[in-house]
């Protein structure tokens, strides 16, 4: 059974740091692009940040370049983001997501808030 278990979102002050975590099971890890995606109330689902499979590549959306880092472990099948910096419009909920060719699978997703 595919399962993707976000965890790490939490409240916290702008400026702050969180750490999320995203813990991969059902499925050979180590041949899917990873990515973390989030979606704020009233808003689309965006992309926030990519690594390959191997995590020789990462990709980002603008607005979180020298934000955020992503990667992975492919040992412990896991993928995190490292969100620094943060601010109240970085409100939403963060979901991790697998892909390889057709096959996508997504986690449930935690919730992060930044605010004062």
């Known amino acids: 059974q595919v399962q993707l278990v976000e965890s790490g979102g939490d409240l916290v002050q702008p400026g702050g740091s969180l750490r999320l975590s995203c813990a991969a099971s059902g499925f050979t890890f180590s041949n899917y692009a990873m990515s973390w995606y989030r979606q704020a109330p009233g808003k689309e689902r965006e992309l926030v940040a990519r690594i390959s499979s191997a995590g020789g590549s990462t990709n980002y959306a603008d607005s979180m370049k020298g934000r955020f880092t992503i990667s992975r472990d492919n040992a412990k099948n896991t993928v995190y983001l490292q969100m620094n910096s943060l601010k109240p419009e970085d409100t939403a909920v963060y979901y991790c997501?697998?892909?390889?060719?057709?096959?996508?699978?997504w986690g449930q997703g935690t919730q992060v808030t930044v605010s004062s």
């Open positions: 997501n697998a892909r390889s060719g057709l096959a996508a699978y």
